[in-house]
T-cell receptor, first 116, second 110 residues
Framework: EPEVTQTPSHQVTQMGQEVILRCVPISNHLYFYWYRQILGQKVEFLVS????????KSEIFDDQFSVERPDGSNFTLKIRSTKLEDSAMYFC??????????????FGPGTRLTVT | KQEVTQIPAALSVPEGENLVLNCSFT??????LQWFRQDPGKGLTSLLL?????REQTSGRLNASLDKSSGRSTLYIAASQPGDSATYLC?????????FGRGTSLIVHP
């Protein structure tokens, strides 16, 4: 069964460093998402991406964040200058489209980002 | 702004009980509502998706209903098993950013 994959599973970085989190969505899906979950808190939407551009973004997704689909398979989240409060689990998800609406979201296993 | 609330926050039951988990949302203009399961330290596993035009969906021992007009969904788990122990999340998708509830943490003890 196709699945969303994410690398790395755990990333440790120092404050102020740039990190890139990678995701490979399910191959026939067209809508991609990044979410984060701070330990013990709820899952929070960061950004969605459709047709090679950002579709929606939350207040969390500020200028320190960017997303890219550099080729036909990868979808990346870059954090330019990490802060301690960026420590969280980051999830990628993808959906296919049904008409004009996205359908069921499939999540990857997550990348645990630890900023020291 | 969409708000999603899940009740109860935690539930501990003996094996074999039938359970109802509740999810409520404030804005009824949704495309769909999806229920997930999350095991500790793991990703989210999709359980059921209900489109806005549907009233319910079933998968095995799970049944999810949707009442858009009252802004509520319930997840019914029949004959609970210890392997059902996890956090159950609901998420709504509409003309706004996807929004999750805080989840119901379920423990089913033998």
């Amino acid at each position: 069964e196709p699945e969303v994959t994410q690398t790395p599973s755990h990333q440790v970085t120092q404050m102020g460093q740039e990190v890139i989190l990678r995701c490979v969505p399910i191959s026939n899906h067209l809508y991609f998402y990044w979410y984060r979950q701070i330990l013990g808190q709820k899952v929070e939407f960061l950004v969605s991406f459709y047709n090679n551009e950002i579709s929606e973004k939350s207040e969390i997704f500020d200028d320190q964040f960017s997303v890219e689909r550099p080729d036909g398979s990868n979808f990346t989240l870059k954090i330019r200058s990490t802060k301690l409060e960026d420590s969280a689990m980051y999830f990628c998800a993808s959906t296919r489209m049904q008409g004009n609406a996205p359908t069921e979201q499939y999540f990857g296993p997550g990348t645990r980002l630890t900023v020291t | 702004k969409q708000e999603v609330t899940q009740i109860p926050a935690a539930l501990s039951v003996p094996e074999g009980e039938n359970l109802v988990l509740n999810c409520s949302f404030t804005d009824s203009a949704i495309y769909n509502l999806q229920w997930f399961r999350q095991d500790p330290g793991k990703g989210l596993t999709s359980l059921l998706l209900i489109q806005s035009s549907q009233r319910e969906q079933t998968s095995g021992r799970l049944n999810a209903s949707l009442d858009k007009s009252s802004g509520r969904s319930t997840l019914y788990i029949a004959a609970s098993q210890p392997g059902d122990s996890a956090t159950y999340l609901c998420a709504v998708r509409g003309s706004y950013i996807p929004t999750f509830g805080r989840g119901t943490s379920l423990i089913v003890h033998p």
